[in-house]
């Protein structure tokens, strides 16, 4: 099956989905991945944001983040799960 | 009598907060860094006739200069160079965690770690190697419960043993013969240190070398973190070399 890549804005909630790779510049790509939020992690999206933010499952932590840093994380969800 | 300056560092809900509560007890105030809304608590605790001034750093994920809260943090461990870093680890969440840790330890600043959250880690079914995990990161680790308040004596205790340049203790409840607090592996087995691989270190190790060779910086800064971070291009770490 071809993977599917998107932002993670427009991933299904409630699916297991994996991180594939992260857009913008070092300092955010920094910033994401010291969040747990680099590539190869699989998360979930509990709550889809814009208006207000997103909420993403990582292991058992649950962070809020923007939509402007939800559209960097290029995120799949088929072809795995 | 010293007075030994403990930065407490760690990611937020990691229950830095709670761990600081419960070593300085109510003794603590609260202090503003100048020009900014993030707050600095500095609190003190005495041990074994030894006053300890723990000084609570802003949560942050990492140590770059993303945010305000990021760059207090750097800038006190840097300038500053607290003795002891203690950094408040969520057990539960430790592969994140450790990315901050990582950051520490290539500061050169001996660490002492708190498995913070362990209640809840076991409650999941972790079971985390504390004697693995120590050996690998080269510092101190005291599993602790921060709100039931276990692991205190045991954290106060690492403090003073890492600050008197003692061995680092193998994990939880282990001790050695030479200090009591160990298993008798000493510091001299050198600092923490990542393998960057073969196609990044022998860049990196030149660079440090040279950074070492240059007593102006040398004398200031740890030369493997310089290192790093001109590799990552880091605006901070150019201009700190760009002033001497």
């Known amino acids: 099956m071809k993977t599917n890549v998107m932002p993670l804005t427009v991933a299904s909630p409630n699916k297991r989905i994996k991180i594939i790779s992260l857009a913008g510049g070092r300092g955010m790509q920094e910033r994401l991945i010291s969040m747990g939020l680099g590539p190869g992690a699989e998360i979930e999206v509990i709550r889809k944001g814009a208006p207000g ?18 559209q960097k994380i290029m995120v799949s969800d088929n072809g795995m799960y | 009598m010293k007075e030994i300056i403990v930065a407490v560092a760690g990611q937020p809900n990691s229950g830095k907060s709670t761990i600081f509560n419960m070593l300085t007890g109510a003794r603590q105030h609260v202090a503003n860094y100048p020009g900014v ?6 609190g ?32 006190f461990l840097l300038h500053e160079r607290p003795a002891v870093v203690l950094d408040i680890v969520d057990a539960a969440n430790l592969e994140r965690n450790l990315y901050l840790t990582f950051q520490l330890g290539e500061m050169g600043i001996p660490l002492v770690i ?62 050695c013969e030479s200090c009591g607090a160990c298993l008798g592996i000493s510091r001299e087995k050198g600092h923490f ?44 770490a150019h201009r700190l070399v760009g002033l001497l």
Request: charged share 30%.
């Open chain 1, 53 to 70: 933010p997103f909420i993403v499952a990582v292991g058992e932590a649950r962070l809020a983040i923007g939509a402007g840093m939800a």
């Open chain 2, 37 to 42: 809304t993030v707050e600095k608590r500095t």
């Open chain 2, 44 to 75: 003190k605790y005495s041990y074994k006739g030894n006053t300890v001034t723990l000084v609570d750093l802003p949560g942050t994920y990492s140590l770059t200069s993303y945010s305000q809260e990021e760059r207090i943090a750097r800038d």
């Open chain 2, 114 to 175: 708190a498995l913070n959250m362990m209640d809840v880690a076991e409650g999941r079914g972790l079971k985390i190697d504390t004697f693995k995990l120590s050996e690998l990161l080269r510092a101190t680790i005291v599993a602790t419960v921060g709100k039931k308040g276990k692991g205190g004596k045991e954290l106060k205790e690492a403090i003073l043993n890492t600050y008197k340049g003692g061995h680092f203790r193998m994990g939880y409840g282990d001790a």
């Open chain 2, 193 to 236: 240190r990542v393998d960057y691989g073969e196609k990044l270190e022998p860049i990196l190790r030149p660079l440090e070398k040279m950074l070492s060779e240059d007593p102006k910086i040398s004398a200031r800064y740890p030369a493997r973190w310089l290192a790093i971070k001109l590799m990552e291009n880091d605006s901070e």
